[in-house]
Structures are given as C-alpha cells and as structure tokens.
C-alpha cells in the first residue's frame, strides 16, 4: 500500500492513477496480477490510437473510445448489482467489464493519458463523470451510461437528480477532481460496501487509508472505533472514539458514542 499512501498524502505524486487504484483493489483482491491489468489498459490504448492520427480531434478521440469500450466491449455500469465491491476495482471492471461511475471514469483517464489526451475526473454529488478540454473544445463525459456526451444542460439536470445541486449557481462541482480527490471517493465508496455488507475487516483497511489521507475528519474515527467494538480490540475502540470526541465536541451521536466508552471502561474494570 505504500505507493496508494504516497498518492493521497503527496498532490505531485508520481504514483499514476491506475497503479493506485489497483493498490486500493488489491483490499478485496489479495495478490492481484497488476501487470495483467496494466496489459489490458495499453491494449486498450494501442487499439484507439490505431483508429486515430495527430490531427484528430477530441471528439473523435471520444468517438473511438465509445466505440471500442461500449458497443465492441460492452463495458457498461452494473445498475442490477451496484454494490458488489468488484464494481469499485480496477482490475474486475477491466476483465468484467462492469463498473460504478467512477470506477469506468478512471478506466477512460487512463486510457485519455496513454494517448495523451486532456480527460479529467468530474465529481458530481452521487455520480461521477469525465471531461474532455483543450485549447479548441470542452466534452462532458458518463461513462456509466455508455461514454454519453452531456450538455451543460445536461450536467445541470444530473447534479439535481443525483444531489440536489444547481449547477447554475454552484459551477465549480464541474471543476476538475485531482488524483488525491478520485482515491479518496473510490475508498469511500468501497467503505460504504464493507460497511453495509459487515466485511468489517476490509472495511477497517479502508478506514485505515482514509484516516491516513484525512486525519482531521472526525466522522472515520467514529466507524473505525466501532469496528474495533465490534472485532473486541477495545483499547483501539476506546482512542478512536475519544479521538472522533476531541474532533466533533457537538456530534449528534455524542451521547451514543459517551455511552459505548463507558462500557469499554466497564469492561477494562472487570479485567482488573
């Protein structure tokens, strides 16, 4: 995981999206093969810059990854099982062929930065997406939905539906995301699914990497000192929950979480 942490602790890092992201996939994926999945992204690569020439254009750029991705691959988002932890790692979207926004997004990134095209990560409030930008043209991207080209219109109607968002007053949600901001999401994402499915020790990897990238958000203490609850690691519990405490003095769950120190300190007692 070092080159993960190198990624979210250093904005210039040189660890490349794609090596991180099979760092944060390796959580589910022990031992994965990256090598096998860095051979798929520069097949990939080979395969649209074949369709493509100096002088092409970004929408044609775009034109000849839709194409390969969508209608000859058939990548497309898993809206019948959205939760299945695979969704969020690089490596299964890329032989499954079967993503969440953001997961999809990183595969077209990556793909736009081995032929040298200008696509960056978007992060709308519930959906994730990717633009196109240079000197001559801007292209919204979904890659969830096919690599469907959005109007601003578009964009504006999504953000309302998937977080209650006026674009119109609140354009910079369409600000380019950076590399430490994509990791973050797709960590947060893969503790949601832990979470929510009780894979409590993934859960509590990702939590370490979260609270590594971002030690001053009280709201990771809270869910890694309830794991540490839950996996009888009381002491871990008992500075982890003080710590959410010292971060978050007005948290609606103070009293809830003053309640389960008091009973860590009643069991510490009967040790004694």
Not at 212 to 236: C, F, K, S, T, V
């Amino acid at each position: 995981m070092e080159r993960l942490r190198d990624a979210l602790w250093h904005e210039r890092s040189k660890v490349t999206l794609d090596i991180a992201a099979l760092e944060v996939a390796s959580i589910e994926f022990p031992g994965l093969d990256f090598d096998a999945s860095l051979f798929r992204l520069e097949t990939l690569a080979q395969q649209i810059g074949s369709q493509l020439n100096p002088r092409s254009s970004g929408l044609d750029f775009i034109k000849a990854t839709n194409e390969l991705l969508f209608e000859t691959l058939q990548f497309r988002g898993n809206e019948e099982n959205y939760y299945d932890p695979r969704n969020s790692c690089l490596n299964s979207v890329l032989t499954r062929r079967l993503g969440i926004p953001i997961s999809l997004a990183v595969v077209y990134i990556e793909l736009a930065r081995r032929l040298s095209r200008p696509v960056y990560g978007v992060g709308l409030p519930g959906h994730f997406i990717v633009a196109y930008e240079d000197a001559d043209s801007r292209y919204w991207i979904d890659p969830f939905n096919r690599g469907r080209i959005l109007s601003f219109g578009e964009c504006c109607a999504l953000a309302k539906e998937t977080g209650g968002v006026d674009l119109r007053t609140n354009p910079a949600v369409l600000a380019p995301v950076n590399k430490q901001q994509i990791l973050v999401r797709m960590l947060s994402n893969l503790k949601a699914i832990y979470l929510r499915g009780h894979a409590l020790e993934k859960a509590r990897q990702v939590l370490d990497l979260l609270i590594d990238a971002m030690p001053g958000y009280a709201e990771e203490y809270r869910h890694r000192g309830l794991i540490h609850l839950r996996q009888l690691n009381h002491r871990a519990a008992k500075v982890d929950l003080e710590t959410y405490l010292r971060l978050e003095p007005d948290a609606p769950e103070r009293e809830q979480v003053q309640k389960q120190l008091l009973l860590i300190e009643r069991w510490k007692a009967g040790l004694n």
